[in-house]
């Protein structure tokens, strides 16, 4: 397979395969080397992986690394607001796919909590990340067509509080009306300090998106995704 052509910024890392599952193990590896050796100088570490289909091969990958799992506090970058059990629930995921065999012992912290809407759950799910500790050591971003990455859809009203880079929340409610759920997601500044950031794509039309998003990449409220092209991010990326 001819490797795609596409002008990374400086100091962003691609990694390129030729199928989703390859792609997975080496994204699988890396995180996992990355936690380990966080481990040798923290009590505890916190890993952000993203909802979807995309990354449920690096999830069964992940699942199987050695690793002091019952050390590791893992958490999604977003939520929708349903119940755990409606099909769109991405905690559902996480937890049939990624919280398996050695990984079962690791510390899983839910951004659905009580309350009909996420506003009224917000206090209960700062309540449940009180423990996390910043900033967080490894995220897993995933990106929509329409350059949006977590919740954070360029058509929620709430967009420009979960992109403001000065927003001391680690938490905010999104009503994208592109979207058929209200969601919750971990705001820019979260995300956006992490030691070690990857994102995660698959797909042709996902490199058309970044393309798109590289053509400027000062707008980021038209495309969300463009606060995080900054250097040290690592693409992982298969067709």
């Known amino acids: 397979m001819k490797t795609p052509d596409i002008d990374l910024p400086e100091g962003v890392e691609r990694h390129f395969g030729e199928t989703p599952e390859s792609v997975a193990q080496s ?3 890396a995180v996992a080397a990355f936690l380990r050796q966080r481990l040798v100088s ?14 449920v091969p690096f999830f069964a990958a992940l699942s199987e690394q050695e690793l002091d799992w019952e050390r590791v506090d893992v958490l999604l970058a977003d939520e929708r607001w349903v119940e755990e059990d409606d099909p769109a629930s991405n905690t559902r995921v996480v937890r049939e796919r990624l919280l398996t065999g050695q990984a079962s012992a690791a510390r899983f912290l839910p951004l659905k909590r009580g309350g009909r809407t996420p506003v009224d759950g ?5 309540a449940g990340l009180q423990g996390l500790t910043l900033p967080l050591d490894v995220v897993i971003l995933g990106m929509g067509n329409d350059g949006h ?3 954070l859809f360029p058509d929620a009203p709430e967009l420009a509080r979960g992109m403001n880079a000065l927003l001391s929340e680690l938490v905010v409610a999104m009503t994208p009306p592109s979207q058929p ?34 053509s400027d990449t ?15 991010l690592q693409v992982f990326w298969s067709p």
């Open 181 to 214: 759920h209200p969601r919750i997601s971990l705001s820019r500044p979260v995300l956006g300090t992490a030691r070690f950031t990857a994102l995660h794509l698959k797909g042709r039309d996902k490199l058309e998106t970044l393309q798109r998003a590289l």
């Open 149 to 151: 990455t977590a919740s």
């Open 42 to 55: 923290a009590d505890r570490v916190s890993l952000v992986v993203s909802g979807g289909s995309t990354p």
């Open 27 to 29: 994204l699988a590896v």
């Open 122 to 126: 917000l206090a209960e799910v700062l």
């Open 218 to 232: 000062d707008d980021v409220l038209a495309m969300p995704i463009r606060a995080f092209l900054k250097p040290g």
